[in-house]
């Protein structure tokens, strides 16, 4: 019979919040060709020119929202594995595409433990390169270059699950009890190229100004059509109407063009328009982490009360809700699909 164990994969932080850790972090993800896609010379230049710039600003940042027992996307993710473990008899590791614990770690760590499949389940509601292959490719080269007679079975991004989409309203509903003005869905941004890069039909995303509206094979891998599928799904199950709600897309780098409407832009646009008081959820984040504690947490809430809002109401992420990690037990014993 075979053996499964279960990898739980997601970003990774910086070991601290010293600035010397956060260059460290920031050039391996910065450098990986999945998340600047320009050739290595360019890749470079233009890492080393962001290196310079924004560690120090970085490393504030993240020392702003640093728990005691570390980053909270890692602490979060380790309560998750163990939260996962308890509840299953297949071994369950964490690891985390940049910084530690690695994927390397990660998959030597279920060998060890005789595991001849590894359930790979990157912790992404939607697809984007810069997330979910980038993670695979890393895993695929760790088993080849240790040649591990192991089999690996991707879970793939799971904005269409049913165990999802129950974890995330049932996690969210008691935030909508209180009266609100408006719901804003911020999802992380992406460049549009990448958007472009990732459909394989080469003439859906970006083509028309509603692509995401029109059904599309593109769409198996479209990030933000998954984005917008997960926003639809979500607002019908809270019974909201199209005006008390919209779509937005933060943490953008470089000058490159990102997928829009920028969260930023749609924050005051929402204060001009009277909303007092805002409900902001993340749902391209499963647990907390700098981009939904200090950029919407701290900054953009700053800023909408800058604007002329009240109230900035942040749901967190699924984090270790027990419904959340139902689900993730009940996808490591049934999942069937390799990818
Ligand atoms: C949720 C999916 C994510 C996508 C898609 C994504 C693409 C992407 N990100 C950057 C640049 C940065 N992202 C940073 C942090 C960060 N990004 C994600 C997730 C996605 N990124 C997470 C979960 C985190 C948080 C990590 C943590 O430690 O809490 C950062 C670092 C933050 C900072 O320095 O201010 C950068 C930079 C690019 C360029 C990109 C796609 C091309
Ligand atoms: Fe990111
Ligand atoms: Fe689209």
Redesign the pocket.
């Known amino acids: 019979m075979s053996s499964r164990g279960v990898l739980l994969v997601?970003?990774?932080?910086?070991e601290s919040t010293e600035v010397a850790d956060?260059k460290r972090y920031?050039n391996q993800?910065?450098m990986d060709p999945y998340?600047?896609d320009l050739p290595w010379p360019a890749r470079r230049l233009l890492v080393s020119l962001i290196l310079w710039l924004?560690p120090k600003k970085?490393a504030e940042?993240?020392a702003s929202i640093w728990w005691d027992e570390g980053?909270?996307?890692i602490v979060i993710s380790r309560r998750v594995q163990q939260a996962v473990q308890a509840q299953l008899d297949m071994p369950v590791e964490l690891a985390m595409r940049y910084a530690e614990p690695s994927i390397e770690r990660g998959i030597l760590a279920l060998a060890r433990q005789g595991v001849d499949e590894i359930l790979f389940m990157p912790q992404?509601p939607?697809h984007?390169d810069?997330?979910i292959t980038t993670s695979v490719k890393e895993a695929e080269r760790v088993i080849q270059e240790h040649r591990l007679p192991i089999r690996l079975t991707v879970v793939p991004a799971f904005y269409q699950r049913e165990e999802y989409m129950d974890a995330l309203v049932a996690s969210a509903r008691e935030y909508f009890e209180q009266p609100f003005d408006h719901l804003l869905l911020s999802?992380?941004?992406?460049?549009e190229r990448?958007l472009k890069k990732a459909d394989p039909t080469g003439q859906h995303c970006l083509q028309f100004p509603d692509c995401c509206e029109r059904p599309s094979p593109a769409h198996a891998t479209c990030?933000r059509a998954q984005c917008t599928a997960v926003s639809k799904a979500f607002v019908k199950r809270m019974g909201l109407n199209d005006d008390q709600w919209s779509q937005a897309f933060q943490?953008r780098?470089?000058k490159d063009k990102w997928i829009e409407p920028y969260t930023d832009a749609r924050v005051d646009e929402l204060a001009a328009q009277g909303v007092k008081r805002l409900i902001v959820m993340c749902p391209?984040?499963v647990a907390d982490?700098?981009?939904t504690l200090e950029e919407i947490g701290d900054q953009v809430r700053e800023q909408f009360i800058a604007a002329g809002g009240e109230e900035l109401v942040l749901v967190p992420c699924l984090n270790d809700h027990p419904q959340w990690v139902e689900a993730l037990v009940q996808w490591s014993r049934t999942e069937p699909e390799a990818v």
Do not use: D, K, M, W
Request: charged residues 5%; proline residues 8%.
């Open positions: 997601n970003l990774g932080s910086p956060v920031l993800f910065l998340v600047i924004r970085s940042a993240y980053s909270p996307l992404y939607q984007a810069s997330t999802y992380h941004g992406l460049p990448h990030y943490s780098l470089g391209a984040f982490c700098i981009e």
